[in-house]
């Protein structure tokens, strides 16, 4: 039982001491299953293991969630380009912020805080929940709530074809994921989306 809770605590100062900056492979931009399929097969997860994603998978999900395809264009639409949504990225080692140009998640604080990512139990033990965020000094009105819903849709056609399960979610405090994620005054969390493996 001590070597249990000493390999736990060991674990935990691991990742809490040496969280950084982390540099995603490049994206995978072809193959999956056709969409035609992912939409059919597309489930909203409840049970959820702990297990850690693959770093390729993440950086896949990433890129679908608001990467760069063309120029400057993204992976879903926004008002006038304007490109007001950013991903944030809660690990159990740290909160980030995805850098689509640089392709890679740059640290914001260090430490488990997926307690403060949602509401619900499962949140707590996922690897991975995405939070969609506005820059409110692009776009004030509904336009944002629509291309994080784009974002959470690829997101979950993604997760289909990797065998990923995932989750959208509205229920969010926003005022902890505003402290978690570093966040100023004018950037509003919008939704929380829930990634691993299904039990």
């Known amino acids: 039982m001590k070597k249990i809770i000493l390999a736990s605590v060991l674990a935990f100062i691991c990742t ?13 931009k072809t193959g999956g299953i056709p969409v035609f399929d992912a939409i059919d097969k597309r489930a909203s997860l ?52 995805y850098d689509a140009k640089e392709n890679k998640l740059i640290l914001k604080l260090k430490g488990d805080h997926r307690r403060k990512a949602g509401k619900q139990d499962y949140v707590y033990v996922a690897p ?12 004030t009105g509904p336009e944002s709530y629509l291309s994080a819903g784009c974002a959470t849709q690829n997101v979950y056609h993604a997760c289909t ?19 978690v994620l ?5 950037q509003e969390p919008l ?3 829930t990634i691993g493996y299904k039990k």
């Open 128 to 139: 991975v929940n995405f939070i969609y965020v506005a820059d409110r000094t692009k776009v």
């Open 46 to 97: 409840h049970d959820v293991q702990e297990t850690p994603i693959k770093l390729q998978d993440l950086s896949d999900l990433l890129w679908v969630a608001n990467g760069i395809t063309r120029g400057d264009k993204r992976t879903i639409p926004t008002a006038m380009n304007l490109q007001e949504i950013d991903v944030y990225v809660v690990l159990k080692e740290g909160t980030y912020l």
């Open 182 to 186: 570093k966040l100023n005054d004018k």
């Open 16 to 28: 809490t001491l040496f969280a950084q900056d982390i540099e995603l492979p490049a994206p995978t």
């Open 161 to 179: 074809s990797k065998d990923l399960g995932c989750r959208i979610r509205t229920s969010i405090d926003k005022n902890a994921l505003k402290e």
């Open 191 to 193: 939704a929380g989306q």
